[in-house]
T-cell receptor, first 111, second 114 residues
Framework: DQQVKQNSPSLSVQEGRISILNCDYT??????FLWYKKYPAEGPTFLIS?????DKNEDGRFTVFLNKSAKHLSLHIVPSQPGDSAVYFC??????????FGTGTRLQVFP | DGGITQSPKYLFRKEGQNVTLSCEQN?????MYWYRQDPGQGLRLIYY???????QKGDIAEGYSVSREKKESFPLTVTSAQKNPTAFYLC?????????????FGPGTRLTVT
């Protein structure tokens, strides 16, 4: 039973445009969310996070939006750069201090 | 340089053999985690440890074992009982305590069992 879902396995965006990666969750008890970026054959690196008491968190080109009523969060990357090409995972913090990861979205930014 | 190291990067084993994957961190983190990544499946938690000499099963612990004798080390043994051991294994760590949610990941070990 997938509690964190990333329904788009891949996304292709032109350099300079906006990339929007989506994530849905089923457990309303999740109250903290994180986004990780992963290159092939490497470990994920933390990108940005958001607490459920907020609906937006911004860090440079990266903004995460949280819609609690819809149990939906999204990561916006503006402007997209070729170096952003990677797999992006969203994760939710479970009450037991564990992270529940989505299946990932592969972003490709082309020139 | 602080960080998490996993060795080796690539590991090959014959079916029926146990194999131990190394994970070491010098970040003084309290908690350590082992994940497995398979194509299209995201990261699934195998085992985790929040303190030395204590660990808990994750979602897919069957066929795996761990130990946590030192704060900086959390080795994972893939036993012959694990039905599909070929995967990319990731170790992570973080500080314990309220407000510390970010996990830091090592570079991973790709295990191939034939």
């Amino acid at each position: 039973d997938q509690q964190v879902k990333q329904n788009s396995p891949s996304l292709s965006v032109q350099e300079g445009r906006i990339s929007i990666l989506n994530c849905d969750y089923t457990n309303s008890m999740f109250d903290y969310f994180l986004w990780y970026k992963k290159y092939p054959a490497e470990g994920p690196t933390f990108l940005i996070s958001i607490s459920s008491i907020k609906d937006k968190n911004e860090d440079g080109r990266f903004t995460v939006f949280l819609n609690k009523s819809a149990k939906h969060l999204s990561l916006h990357i503006v402007p997209s750069q070729p170096g952003d090409s990677a797999v992006y995972f969203c994760a939710a913090l479970a009450y037991t201090d564990k992270l529940i990861f989505g299946t990932g979205t592969r972003l490709q930014v082309f020139p | 340089d602080g960080g998490i190291t996993q060795s080796p990067k690539y590991l090959f084993r014959k079916e029926g053999q146990n194999v131990t994957l190394s994970c070491e961190q010098n970040l003084n983190h309290d908690a350590m985690y082992w994940y497995r990544q398979d194509p299209g499946q995201g990261l699934r938690l195998i085992y985790y440890s929040q303190i030395v000499n204590d660990f808990q099963k994750g979602d897919i612990a069957e066929g795996y074992s761990v130990s946590r004798e030192k704060k900086e080390s959390f080795p994972l043994t893939v036993t012959s009982a694990q039905k599909n051991p070929t995967a990319f294994y990731l170790c992570a760590s973080k500080w314990a305590g309220t407000g510390n949610y970010e996990q830091y990941f090592g570079p991973g070990t790709r295990l191939t069992v034939t």
